[in-house]
């Protein structure tokens, strides 16, 4: 409902994305991401555009969810804070407020239970992620202006040109003729969510992983879908262009590395070193991502 298109061609470029299938096929904190983000969004809109309040529940379920699993998740909040204020009978739904404020601090309990415990080490985090400016945010807006553009480019070319430059900066282009479109308010939508999306992203000093765009995933296809609802003469192209860029850098044209045979490996290896004897494991890497040391 929040596009009228047909939506089976987006589906299969959704499904075939080599970064999407990236970040769905582990288990991982901000691999639950997107589908979180969208369903958060979606309680919102239906909020927003047709005064269903009961959605505020589910949003608020979602959006505890989505801060669990990695807290670039703060950046909806401009979004959901600015809809709802627009939202019609906003005073009169007190008690979908309550009851959802409630069932996001109940999820999230757990989280500050954990914190209390461990001497506020989430907390303290945060603290220091947007007080040690110098390594990490700039809280001014205007800065993240000249990083626009680039991420712009590199979220299309991570979810719909699979690291191909090219079409990503096509792209990139292609939403400046969305003026024309005539789903304005639904488009509105979107465009809000997204350029949030980006503003944080911009303040953002350190290297963007594309696990960071999770909360955008969903987002980038609707565009792309608002796009080809313009382009009708030109979508069929458009769309067997990146099926076919997406199909080339597919995983499935690469071997499997073998995880569970690979795990065995290590288990067995453990096992010998440590003559089965109790054990610990520690991890000695220059960075967050153990992945990239060998």
């Keep these: ?21 990236t970040y769905s096929r582990s288990s991982w904190n901000p691999n639950i991401m997107p589908f979180f983000a969208l369903i958060i969004v979606y309680g919102v809109w239906n909020v927003w555009r047709y ?126 003729i969305l003026f024309k479109s005539r789903s304005k308010k639904d488009l509105a939508f979107v465009l809000i969510w997204v350029g949030f999306g980006l503003l944080g992203l911009g303040l953002y000093k350190q290297h963007i992983y594309d696990h960071y765009y999770g909360f955008l995933f969903p987002a980038i296809f609707l565009l792309l879908g608002f796009v080809i609802q313009l382009l009708k003469f030109v979508s069929v192209p458009l769309l067997l262009l990146l099926l076919t860029i997406n199909l080339l850098n597919s995983h499935l044209r690469y071997p499997p590395n073998n995880q569970l045979a690979h795990t065995r490996q290590i288990a067995d290896f453990i096992m010998r070193q440590s003559s089965n004897s109790p054990f610990n494991l520690a991890l000695i890497s220059k960075n967050n991502y153990d992945a990239e040391e060998d």
């Design 51 to 176: 005064g269903y309040w009961r959605w505020l529940l589910i949003s608020a379920v979602s959006f505890a969810f989505v801060l669990n699993s990695h807290y670039l998740g703060l950046l909806l909040v401009p979004s959901i804070v600015l809809f709802f204020f627009l939202s019609p009978n906003k005073l009169s739904n007190k008690k979908y407020w309550i009851l959802g404020f409630g069932i996001w601090a109940l999820l999230m309990a757990p989280l500050l239970i954990f914190d209390f415990r461990h001497n506020w080490q989430n907390f303290n985090a945060i603290k220091t992620f947007f007080t040690d400016r110098q390594t990490t945010v700039n809280l001014k807006a205007y800065k993240a202006l000249p990083n626009l553009w680039p991420i712009w480019v590199d979220i299309n070319s991570s979810l719909l040109a699979a690291k191909n430059k090219t079409a990503a900066i096509i792209l990139a282009l292609l939403p400046l």
């Design 1 to 21: 409902r929040l596009m009228a298109m047909d939506q089976s061609e987006l589906d299969a470029l959704y499904a075939i994305s080599p970064t999407v299938i």
